[in-house]
């Protein structure tokens, strides 16, 4: 058991695939800023492979694929494939934007596949592409649906709101999450990366986004599906499924936080919000064994002492208040969400 220097244990797994996407999401995306990884940098399906055995090993139960746009990655059902087969996963789970999703669902479901997350901000085609960049709206519900025929379940819909561009549409988000069959999580605007300029006057509230679909359909409130989990759930009082909201800003979870990342590069992050990772692709590419990789791992969660969504929201109720730009942080599009 991996214990970090707060006694949070190692329990769940990130791992970007490439920081490449299709879409341009203004949140996440800042493409006139932004170096993209060189192609010999990125870890090969053998490598993130063998750190993916090598992190179920040592504690971790939930492995989740990221990107950029994971489905970008050529052939991905065949790392799939290999870490399905971590003796002790207890779950894989991948998110991705949607748009490719129809086509390759049926390989990825064959391969172990167990269920998927979709970035999915509004069902208006107008808000889409306005948030997204893209007119690929159709494509993604198209997407939702092949994911369900092939028996990937829960199919989780994660939706951004953003003051002034997609919060009016809340309840249109909830009312599609039920009538679809599908769990909706709402996700506060978070200061993640640097380049998108957050503002606190854009975030809509975990409390508002309560409020706002209670008026339409009533709530009752169900709790975390487990002590490290970021979203706290909500049933529908009709019965008709659930919808909850991470509110990493107003209230965060960092004391529960289980989560270890690794970069498309080879970087281990322990932090959403981390400014540097530690460089497991150096050691793996100059011949260390499986003790040493492990060992490296061990030390650098041990050190962890992240707070930093408790720390913003001190700072957000303080008289200086916060500047998002004051601490650098890894880019979205390379981290993973």
């Known amino acids: 058991m991996l214990l970090d220097s707060l006694g949070r244990q190692v329990q769940d797994l990130r791992i970007s695939v490439t920081d490449r996407c299709n879409f341009r999401c203004s949140y996440c995306m800042p493409w006139d800023t932004y170096q993209l990884i060189a192609r010999n940098e990125i870890l090969s399906f053998e490598e993130i ?5 090598l992190f179920v090993s040592l504690g971790v139960r939930k492995i989740r694929l990221t990107g950029g746009e994971a489905l970008l ?4 059902h065949e790392l799939v494939a290999r870490i399905a087969g971590c003796p002790g996963l207890e779950d894989l789970c991948l998110t991705t934007n949607g748009a490719l999703l129809a086509d390759q669902a049926p390989a990825l479901a064959a391969a172990g ?8 901000d509004s069902v ?6 306005r948030i997204t960049g893209r007119d690929d709206l159709g494509r993604v519900l198209a997407g939702l649906e092949s994911a369900a025929r092939c028996g990937l379940a829960p199919i989780k819909i994660n939706a951004v709101v953003v003051r002034g561009l997609n919060d009016q549409e809340i309840p249109e988000l909830a009312g599609f999450a039920r009538r679809r069959g599908f769990s909706l999580r709402f996700i506060e605007y978070m200061d993640a990366g640097n380049a998108h300029q957050w503002h606190s006057e854009k975030l809509v509230s975990k409390a508002e986004i309560l409020q706002r679909i209670a008026a339409r359909y009533p709530l009752q409130e169900r709790g975390r599906d487990a002590a490290s989990a970021p ?6 009082a ?3 499924g659930e919808i909850g909201v991470i509110a990493s800003v107003t209230e965060p979870f960092c004391s529960s936080c289980t ?6 590069d080879g970087k281990l992050v322990t932090c959403l919000f981390s400014s540097s990772g530690y460089d497991l692709k150096k050691l793996l590419r100059r011949g260390a064994g499986d003790d040493e990789l492990a060992s490296a791992i061990g030390e650098v969660w041990g050190l962890r002492a992240d707070r ?3 720390e913003r929201r001190a700072a957000l109720q303080s008289e200086q208040g916060y500047q998002a730009g004051d601490r650098g942080k890894i880019e979205m599009i390379r981290l993973g969400g």
Do not use: K, W
């Open 259 to 264: 989560r270890a990342r690794l970069t498309a």
């Open 113 to 120: 596949l167990r269920r998927i997350n979709v970035s999915l």
């Open 124 to 129: 208006n085609p107008d808000t889409y592409r």
């Open 308 to 310: 930093y969504s408790e």
């Open 73 to 76: 990655r050529r052939h991905l």
């Open 49 to 53: 492979s063998r750190l993916a055995r």
């Open 231 to 236: 979203a706290m759930t909500y049933r529908f």
């Open 238 to 240: 009709d019965g008709a």
